[in-house]
């Protein structure tokens, strides 16, 4: 599925730069050689500071509104709010996000719900979230590897660090432009089905 987010035409730069990330990643289809050392020394230094720390330094509180398009429950709540993530809240949304196939429960990376507090922020949607899929046991994924060619074996949603989802207030191609902005994982695009795949694994996108 072409979908404006293949690689293209950095093949020189990303052989002798193995940290670059590909253009159609960053929104921009041609990167100079000077372009390409400053993200590398960009990337370097935001990869020797521990993500937790830096989502945690922000003092504002973060919020997250969330429906399930299979469950039909509802949850809103705040995660984050004096400096920490609160344990409360983060179980509610683990539970949530269990799989609802099996019922199986497991914790989700807490930094999957700053990318959704940041995408909210940076789309200004009202509405919450429709969470297609959060964890997925290995049963829930084998399973859906043989009906679909579009589910990895790897796949974070294994690992309870991924989510699909959509927004009714705002597109899923600009749900995806300004999750590929934020450049905090991977963000794949699945127009047909109209969600939005996040995960807090490296940043890529599809
Ligand atoms: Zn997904």
Do not use: K
Not at 73 to 86: C, H, I, P
Not at 144 to 173: F, K, P, Y
Request: glycine fraction near 10%; proline fraction near 6%; charge should be neutral.
């Amino acid at each position: 599925m072409n979908v404006g987010c293949e690689v293209g035409g950095g093949g020189r730069l990303r052989y002798h730069y193995p940290m670059y990330l590909p253009p159609a990643c960053l929104g921009r289809p041609v990167l100079s050689r000077r372009d390409v050392l400053q993200r590398l020394a960009a990337a370097l230094t935001v990869a020797m500071v521990p993500s937790r720390a830096a989502f945690a330094a922000g003092p504002e509180p973060r919020e997250v509104a969330l429906v399930h398009t299979h469950t039909h429950e509802r949850l809103s709540v705040t995660f984050f709010a004096d400096g920490s993530y609160d344990p409360e809240s983060l179980a509610a949304l683990s539970w949530f996000l269990r799989d609802h196939r099996t019922g199986d429960e497991h914790p989700i990376d807490p930094a999957l719900f700053d990318i959704l507090h940041e995408l909210r922020l940076a789309t200004g949607a009202a509405s919450p979230y429709q969470v297609i899929s959060g964890y997925r046991s290995p049963q829930t994924n084998g399973m859906l590897r043989e009906h679909s060619s579009g589910v990895a074996s790897g796949s974070l949603h294994l690992q309870g660090r991924a989510i699909d989802v959509r927004l009714a207030d705002v597109s899923s191609a600009a749900l995806r432009d300004a999750a590929m902005r934020l450049r905090r994982g991977g963000v794949g695009y699945y127009a047909s089905s109209d969600f939005v795949h996040l995960d807090t694994g490296r940043v890529r996108c599809w």
